[in-house]
């Protein structure tokens, strides 16, 4: 496994949309286990393929477990698509291309997702919370949009200053 290099805006991979995954194969399957190891490394709780500058239509999601000792929630994404979202509500968000900022923005109360996991299989995920934000979150990097551009002020933009700031955009960033 490898820690990949993480683009930063306004590199252009992260503008272009995505091609979809053709062949899952054990090439693909080691580019997963990086981007785990480099989401890991980062502190994010998710990663899409071009934020390693390659674009395609995968991401992984890895949702911090709420008790000490419990495992990880890790999601693999391949060619997801949104079915179905609503709800709204506001988040503080941060995107590990876009480090120490964060923004205010508004998210969907819960969307339902359909994508391939690692093996290829279809399966359909409904969620709310912060799964629901990293699954609106990662979509949008494969469709080439970054959060930023869903701020309303854009002027709201915070710089990080202190540490537990940066802890509490970390558990949102992706
Ligand atoms: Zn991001």
Redesign the pocket.
Known sequence: MAVLRIRHAPDPVLKRKTARVQKIDAALQSLIDDMFETMETAHGVGLAAN?VGISLRLAVIGIPAEEEGQPRQDYVLINPEMIKKGGERLVDEG???IPDYRGKLTRAEWVKVKALDREGKEFRLKAEGLLAQALE?ELD?LNGTLYIERMREQNTLDTLTAIDERETVEAAA?
């Open positions: 934020q995107c590990l291309s979150h990097h992706g």
